[in-house]
């Protein structure tokens, strides 16, 4: 019954290397997010979705591409991995367009070591 | 863009008494503020929030302020209690799907 789910939880890899994560939530919202966290805990958005439409795209190195199949599933690829791309992705889900009037659900995180 | 700024960084309180972290928000555009708790190695969760049209909301121990001239919000948690400990986030949203998010309050309450 988890509202929003990530994976994988860990991922340790090494730079140059392209890896996904992946996205699903359940709870039947319409809007989508990206969020990264690095070490100093700062939670920036990076990319949002509203039934599979990019409605936010910030200034993100575009070796990030975000594909949303449907709208119950966000999914996050990264090329050619940077040392500097550690840190923790979250995912999350709100309900319509309005998002930021909505609680936005957050998934349990994937922390994504470069080395 | 908009911009949220939080203070203070860190927070230490003895069990019992009250803890209280600003921020302020630089568009005054900005009409919706929610407030997360994250506690170690979990996910953000919203505690609180206050729309633009309202000064002051209470949940319990929790209440947040809202001063839109002044384009400052805060939160107030009275009678901490160890589960209290954890970092806590301000956001502010410009536009209705975009929350701008305030550097972390690192909570720590003392037995």
């Known amino acids: 019954d988890t509202a929003v789910s990530q994976t994988p939880k860990y991922l340790v890899t090494q730079m140059g290397n392209d890896k996904s994560i992946k996205c699903e939530q359940n709870?039947?919202?319409?809007?989508m997010y990206w969020y990264k966290q690095d070490s100093k805990k700062f939670l920036k958005i990076m990319f949002s979705?509203?039934?599979?439409?990019?409605?936010i795209n910030e200034t993100v190195p575009n070796r990030f591409s975000p594909k949303s199949p449907d709208k119950a599933h966000l999914n996050l690829h990264i090329n050619s991995l940077e040392l500097g791309d550690s840190a923790v992705y979250f995912c999350?889900?709100?309900?319509?367009?309005?998002?930021?009037?909505?609680?936005?659900?957050f998934g349990p995180g994937t922390r994504l070591t470069v080395t | 863009g908009e911009n949220v700024e939080q203070h203070p960084s860190t927070l230490s309180v003895q069990e019992g008494d009250s803890a209280v972290i600003k921020c302020t928000y630089s568009?005054?555009?900005?009409?919706?503020f929610p407030w997360y708790k994250q506690e170690l190695g979990k996910r953000p969760q919203l505690i609180i929030d206050?729309?633009?049209?309202?000064g002051e909301k209470k949940d319990q121990r929790i209440a947040v302020t809202l001063n839109k001239t002044a384009k400052h919000f805060s939160l107030h948690i009275t009678e901490t209690q160890p589960e209290d400990s954890a970092v806590y986030f301000c956001?502010?949203?410009?536009?209705?799907?975009?929350?701008?998010f305030g550097a972390g309050t690192t909570v720590t309450v003392r037995a």
């Open positions: 999350a889900s709100s309900q319509g367009l309005a998002g930021g009037t909505y609680e936005q659900y």
């Open positions: 709870l039947g919202h319409d809007t």
């Open positions: 979705y509203n039934n599979k439409e990019l409605i």
């Open positions: 568009d005054s555009a900005s009409n919706y």
């Open positions: 206050i729309r633009s049209n309202v």
């Open positions: 956001a502010a949203s410009i536009r209705d799907y975009k929350l701008s």
